[in-house]
């Protein structure tokens, strides 16, 4: 079955501390996506990725970093810069014009 | 740049119950319009889109949405609502020459026996 995978379902980090989440994709899509979701925000895009080798930010990209190296693969590391990173982190996916696709989403929680 | 409002944060309805689920966007630039449906935990699931053509939408669970362009509105609906429909639901645009999405703030329906 094609779909986006996102792993860890939760994480936890102590503070101080760099985490990487992971996403991939079995859609052979060219787009990648990272949202953050906030209660009463809804989704605010962190970076996205159009091709393999090549991303930009999004709205609120500082305290983040990411990686394209596979067509599949998208990982967002959030790291110590981040003040506030307790959230709900999705990753989606999506071919040119197209809608975009979901994973399941990661929890991310500091100690 | 495109935006979207979803001026109802919640929306309490009774099983049976007809909803609607407004949603209205701004925008400089001709605009694709979708909506997605987020169960606890859960990434989105896309409901129904607007491309082009015909302005009244199906979408999947039984809800159709409508393309207004002179309102720049594209509420959701169902006629008939389930225990089950209890989730939060999001509006988003995106303009003719990017994939990016822009959400609104979502509206979460709670269904009520």
């Known amino acids: 079955d094609g779909g986006i995978t996102q792993s860890p379902k939760y994480l936890f980090r102590k503070e101080g501390q760099n985490v990487t989440l992971s996403c991939e994709q079995n859609?052979?899509?060219?787009?990648m996506y990272w949202y953050r979701q906030d209660p009463g925000q809804g989704l605010r895009l962190i970076y996205y990725?159009?091709?393999?080798?090549?991303?930009q930010k999004g709205d609120i990209a500082e305290g983040y970093s990411v990686s394209r190296e596979k067509k599949e693969s998208f990982p967002l590391t959030v790291t110590s810069a981040q003040k506030n990173p307790t959230a709900f982190y999705l990753c989606?996916?999506?071919?040119?014009?197209?809608?975009?696709?979901f994973g399941p989403g990661t929890r991310l929680l500091v100690l | 740049a495109q935006s979207v409002t979803q001026l109802d944060s919640q929306v309490p309805v009774f099983e049976e119950a007809p909803v609607e689920l407004r949603c209205n966007y701004s925008?400089?630039?001709?605009?694709?319009l979708f909506w997605y449906v987020q169960y606890p935990n859960q990434g989105l699931q896309l409901l129904l889109k607007?491309?082009?053509?015909?302005?009244l939408v199906k979408g999947i669970n039984g809800f159709e949405a409508e393309f207004n362009k002179s309102q720049t509105s594209f509420h959701l609906r169902k006629p008939s609502v389930h225990i089950s429909d209890t989730a939060e639901y999001f509006c988003?645009?995106?303009?003719?020459?990017?994939?990016?999405?822009?959400f609104g703030t979502g509206t979460r329906l709670q269904v009520f026996p």
């Open positions: 989606a996916s999506s071919i040119e014009g197209g809608s975009e696709y």
């Open positions: 859609l052979n899509h060219d787009a």
């Open positions: 990725s159009q091709i393999v080798n090549d991303f």
């Open positions: 925008s400089s630039v001709s605009v694709y």
């Open positions: 607007y491309l082009s053509g015909s302005t």
């Open positions: 988003a645009v995106s303009g003719y020459n990017t994939d990016k999405l822009i």
